[in-house]
């Protein structure tokens, strides 16, 4: 079966993790804090 994330690593991103990941784990508490009880609206734009 095709693995679509694995393809992005090995041919698009050329890595392994995200890259955004550390920052995440790094910054948890603050952005938990700044998004807590809040809500969020998604809007699809052609």
């Not at 991103?13 to 807590?36: C, S, V, W, Y």
Request: one cysteine or more; hydrophobic letters at 40%; a negative charge.
């Amino acid at each position: 079966m095709f693995n679509l994330d694995k393809f992005i690593s090995d041919n698009v991103t050329h890595r392994t993790h995200n890259m955004f990941a550390p920052d995440i784990e790094a910054n948890a508490e603050k952005l938990t804090q700044g998004i807590k009880d809040k809500k969020i609206c998604e809007v699809d734009v052609l």
